[in-house]
């Protein structure tokens, strides 16, 4: 056994070995642990956001139908009529207005998107708005491979065996125009990718497209294209497309515009079709009843219960969103844009627990359509399914492992091993310095968020906000001069201080507008139901400025005076 003297000869070395090893170990376990996934984390609040979207936005798409075409229509739902057929698209109302503003601005506009973005929809509902509700205004041409020149006879035009000229669809379309200055008129061309642009319009007016003021006599017709008309080309990114479009498109038509992959409307159809399972599951339990031996409907009942179950797990869910957005991503790293999905693609509709092998391979499949150099396989999927196993933790994202990764990328994973064991803890105190200097930027910025929640939450006033901020603000500046904190980390601390201050201002700006507002209404001691609306028309424009919870309770108290001083008191009178 060993004797006292040398656990005494040892005892010395334990005192600074153990605590090293400590350290190490210590170091070893934070180096190799993965980050997380900022997004994982953040798709939390997405699927719980309130989307504005067009069904709930009736006035505002009036607002924007009657500014464009400067006048007032009698029916105040016009525009929402024109858009409903033959139903309202699910989208926000801000990307509609977005790129309705965009269509105005141009005027001639090309549009490209990935398969099931969305862009079809898009663009005919926002020609649906220029056209106004006279079919007559509006002129559609879906293309088709290979008719190329029987689409120029139609549209353009062509000589009889008499030598005179007969105006094809659009020519007509112009004349109409011309005629009729004060009103809009639009042409959308779907599928503008399956024919050749030149051979659809021909040379003369292909160049005129270029050079608007070059003249275009047809016989002894002066072809003019209108002022007060619009033109919109989509194309579908993909296998489909026939041609390429070059910088000669582009020009003619304004640029190109791309209609990206928008995940938030996966959410929105996700919650639309939750709702349309909660409807469905009473009427096929009634139908049911009636027909208790009905093995289809006793199936059918079975399929909607297991549909609910999972549209209303948000864990669920948030796997589904998670995967289809990196899985875009995987695909635009490793192909390109052109190969994504869009949100309106057949995954939306597999949001079923074990689904998720079955939206692996739709991605699969169509990738691989493409024919792509080295084909899309499970294996490239891996990280994905790690993060979402994992409950949101990175594969392969921590300290050590990015650090021998770069070094086998740069060749010098050997010469690092003769000096790892130096590098690796002289890397890990220096990783435990700047995590330091984090913290601080971590614990101000909690305080100033914590602040922030409070005046939401009205628990304090903006003066009362305004002087701990600026108490918090003089101790980080205490770090920065005791260089605990360096530059560039307070610069961020100080934008991100700007943002919430500004934020709030803006809050208590839109709340004194409100209340003064009411006060103003209120002198009379009666609410009138004018007032009324117009307490609630000045809601919906701050409706972008605040948030929701802040317009829920501005809408309550809205109600709550109009019963007060409202119906009440008309009532008595």
């Known amino acids: 056994m060993p004797s006292f003297k040398f656990f005494k000869k040892i005892y010395p070395y334990c005192l600074w070995v153990a605590p090293l090893l400590i350290g190490i170990s210590a170091a070893l376990y934070v180096g190799l642990k993965n980050e997380d996934d900022p997004l994982w984390k953040d798709l939390d609040a997405q699927l719980g956001k309130d989307y504005l979207t067009l069904d709930k936005s009736a006035d505002s798409l009036q607002v924007l139908y009657e500014t464009f075409h400067q006048k007032d229509f009698v029916d105040d739902s016009t525009a929402f009529k024109l858009i409903a057929k033959p139903y309202v698209p699910t989208m ?15 005027k001639v506009i090309l549009m490209s998107g990935v398969s099931g973005v969305g862009n079809t929809t898009l663009l005919s509902k926002i020609a649906a708005l220029i056209a106004t509700t006279d079919k007559s205004h509006r002129l559609d041409i879906l293309c088709a491979p290979q008719f190329d020149l029987e689409y120029n006879k139609r549209f353009i035009g062509q000589f009889d065996e008499q030598g005179h000229f007969k105006k ?58 209108p002022d007060n008309f619009y033109l919109l080309c989509l194309t579908h990114t993909g296998v489909s497309s026939k041609i390429e479009l070059n910088n000669e498109h582009f020009k003619r038509f304004g640029g190109q515009e791309m209609l990206e992959v928008n995940h ?17 599951i009473p009427k096929q339990m009634a139908e ?28 669920n869910l948030k796997r589904l969103v998670y995967f289809f957005i990196r899985t875009n991503e995987l695909i635009e790293n490793q192909y390109g844009k052109g190969h994504q999905l869009g949100q309106w693609c057949d995954i ?101 968020h914590a602040l922030s929640l ?23 500046e205490q770090l920065v001069l005791q260089q605990k904190v360096n530059y560039s980390e307070a610069s961020f601390f100080y934008d ?30 009666y609410l009138s139901d004018s007032e009324y609306q117009k307490l609630s028309q000045f809601l919906e424009t701050i409706r972008a400025k605040i948030s929701a919870e802040q317009y829920r309770a501005y809408k309550e108290e809205i109600e709550r005076v109009y019963k007060v001083y409202g119906n009440q008191v008309k009532g008595l009178t």
């Open 348 to 448: 939306r509709k597999m949001y079923g627990k074990d689904d998720f092998i079955k939206i692996q391979n739709t991605f699969i499949q169509h990738v691989n359509a493409f024919r792509p150099a080295k084909e899309l396989n499970a294996q490239d999927f891996k990280p994905i399914f790690y993060t979402i196993e994992t409950k949101g933790k990175k594969q392969h994202s921590s300290p050590i492992f990015q650090f021998l990764d770069f070094l086998r990328q740069a060749g010098a994973l050997n010469e690092f091993a003769v000096a790892g064991t130096f590098a690796l803890v002289t890397g890990l105190f220096g990783w435990l310095f700047v995590r330091k200097r984090h913290k601080y930027i971590k614990e101000y910025t909690d305080k100033i």
């Open 496 to 525: 991100s201080l700007e943002d919430k201050m500004r934020t709030m201002e803006i809050t208590r700006d839109m709340n004194q507008s409100f209340l003064q507002l009411v006060d103003v209404f209120l002198e009379d001691n």
């Open 264 to 280: 938030g409307e996966l959410i929105l159809a996700l919650r639309e079709q939750l709702a349309k399972v909660k409807q469905m």
């Open 168 to 225: 094809g669809k659009l020519l007509k379309f112009w004349d109409i125009c011309l005629k009729n200055p004060n009103q809009k008129f639009v042409c959308m061309i779907d599928d503008f990718d399956k024919i050749n642009p030149e051979t659809l319009f021909g040379p003369e007016l292909w160049q005129k497209l270029d050079e608007p003021r070059l003249p275009v006599i047809f016989d002894k017709d002066t072809i003019h294209i």
């Open 454 to 476: 409070d005046f939401e939450h009205k628990k304090r006033d903006y003066d009362n906000v305004l002087g701990n901020v600026n108490l918090l603000k003089r101790e980080f």
């Open 288 to 315: 049911l009843a009636q027909k208790p031996t009905d093995k289809a409907l006793m199936s059918a009942v079975e399929k909607s219960k297991k549909q609910l179950a999972a549209l209303q797990d948000t864990p």
């Open 92 to 106: 926000s109302f801000s990307k509609f207005k977005q790129y309705f503003n965009l269509v105005v601005n141009k």
